[in-house]
């Protein structure tokens, strides 16, 4: 029973939009990359990267851990793993959570003045990845990194940056990622989009306001529905019915915290991602994840309905030495395995994490 209701509540809460920043938290910063040139050929202009730090870089600059984060999410996207006794114990580490590409505070449709709204050019995982290796060299000096950490588009991320550049880092930490997307997942965004381009409020990405009608249905396609599973469902609602209320109250909640084009340039990232179109690998994606050469940890959740699990557990095994574990086995909380809010999940990720870490470094 104690189970069933920890999971009710992680439901409720897990259902928020992301984290807010609040003045007792590490301060937000902001980078001037001048332009990015993009994987396309075209330029994102007066480019700047957001992020927080926690901890102190030591002064031989080998303590640094790199945080990359979700779709749609923010730098706040794993501060469950992050303070004293925790997997990512900034007394020991050095820890830079970066904000990627199109989620609103790194420059983005919603925020750039040079190329506001659809004007802004597509870009992919790998320019987000080489954005935040601009940040680590321009920056902060940093010529390598403990780990690179990110869950969902995070974990994209992280086996991107194994592939990108595999010398920089001892280990990968990818938390319910994807090495290439597959068809399910590339389904899900799509539907996900047409929510909100079919809605004529969004009015071809000139609104005045959030199109209401189109984010209400995204919220339901992707945070209520792929980003959860049945047994969540069941758990929480003994009478079916009552899920409806609670799915409108979700919808309200998320008009708070959403840009409908910054959601829409991320999904475009996000569903073309492959490593194996990483440059000299022509397209071959175990190739590209053979090229590894950190330390990699793969996490999966069960029954997980955006990035299916058997995809990074087939291609994972193309990784040398990889380490591949389900998180919580037993419970059943798919892609929200790695929201933060279940304890369970909470307590196995900061103690696989932090173990995992301590192996990687070993020696070191």
């Not at 600059?61 to 990359?68: D, E, F, P, R, T």
């Not at 590339?186 to 209401?212: C, F, H, Q, T």
């Not at 000299?280 to 090229?291: C, E, I, M, N, R």
């Not at 196995?348 to 192996?359: A, H, I, M, S, Y």
Request: charged share 20%.
């Amino acid at each position: 029973m104690k189970r069933i209701l920890r999971l009710i509540a992680f439901v409720l809460i897990a259902s928020a939009p992301a984290s807010a920043h609040t003045p007792q938290q590490a301060a937000h910063q902001l980078f001037q990359e001048g332009d990015l040139k993009l994987e396309s050929g075209e330029v994102i202009k007066d480019f700047s990267i957001s992020y927080v730090t926690h901890g102190t870089l030591n002064a031989s600059k080998s303590n640094a851990i790199l945080m990359v984060t979700a779709i749609s999410g923010n730098h706040h996207r794993i501060d469950f793993m992050i303070g004293p006794g925790k997997a990512l114990d900034p007394e020991k580490y050095f820890i830079i959570c970066t904000d990627a590409i199109g989620n609103g505070l790194t420059s983005s449709p919603s925020n750039s003045k040079a190329q506001p709204r659809m004007q802004f050019p597509k870009f992919t995982i790998r320019d987000m990845v080489e954005s935040e290796y601009r940040l680590l060299k321009e920056k902060f000096g940093i010529e390598h990194v403990v780990t690179v950490i990110g869950p969902s588009m995070g974990g994209m991320q992280t086996l991107q940056w194994g592939v990108s550049h595999p010398d920089y880092m001892d280990s990968l930490v990818a938390i319910v990622p994807l090495a290439k997307t597959p068809a399910w997942t590339v389904a899900v965004l799509e539907a996900s989009r047409k929510a909100i381009m079919n809605d004529p409020a969004w009015k071809d990405g000139n609104y005045d306001a959030p199109p209401e009608n189109g984010v209400r249905l995204w919220r339901d396609i992707l945070n209520l529905l792929a980003a959860r599973t049945p047994d969540m469902y069941q758990a929480q609602f003994k009478n079916g019915m009552d899920v409806l209320p609670w799915m409108q109250q979700q919808e309200t909640t998320a008009m708070k915290a959403f840009d409908a084009n910054d959601w829409i340039y991320q999904t475009w990232a996000y569903e073309r991602h492959d490593v194996g179109t990483t440059a000299a690998f022509g397209g071959d994606t175990a190739k590209a994840l053979a090229s590894i050469k950190a330390k990699t940890l793969i996490l999966t959740g069960t029954k997980d309905l955006l990035n299916p699990e058997f995809e990074p557990t087939q291609m994972g095994k193309s990784i040398p030495g990889v380490k591949m574990m389900t998180i919580s086995p037993g419970t059943v909380t798919g892609h929200a395995s790695a929201g933060g809010f279940n304890t369970a999940d909470v307590d196995f990720l900061n103690r696989e994490v932090g173990d995992f870490l301590k192996t990687a470094t070993s020696g070191r």
